[in-house]
Nanobody, 119 residues
């Protein structure tokens, strides 16, 4: 069982920066793949950035070059540094953790943190 708690959201002007943090409980942190998802009103939830247990990283095209995902296995933390924010980045951001145990896929979500970018 993993519990995820996001923090760091807020209101920022376009062009500004925010750093989201995801604190994860549990002793098998390094075995999980983590992702940051976002959901804007009336839109589907989308994967923004992902970092694997092997530190392989992927970004959605709309944030590549502006956002940076990272993890600290010693602190059980995942981060999303968001720079050059745009109004279209406004959404509820969720932390996600996934791990395969043999054929059992285990997935966990945080409660979300709101990011609002004013233009």
């Amino acid at each position: 069982q993993v519990q995820l708690v996001e923090s760091g959201g807020g209101l920022v002007q376009a062009g500004g920066s925010l750093r989201l943090s995801c604190a994860a409980s549990g002793s098998t942190f390094s075995a999980y793949d983590f992702g940051w998802y976002r959901q804007a009103p009336g839109k589907q939830r989308e994967l923004v950035a992902a970092i694997g247990g092997d530190s392989n990283i992927n970004y959605v095209d709309s944030v590549r070059g502006r956002f940076t995902i990272s993890r600290d296995n010693a602190k059980n933390m995942v981060y999303l540094q968001m720079n050059s924010l745009k109004a279209e980045d406004t959404a509820l951001y969720y932390c996600n953790a996934v791990r395969w145990v043999v054929y059992d896929r285990r997935e966990y979500w945080g409660q979300g943190t709101q990011v609002t970018v004013s233009s």
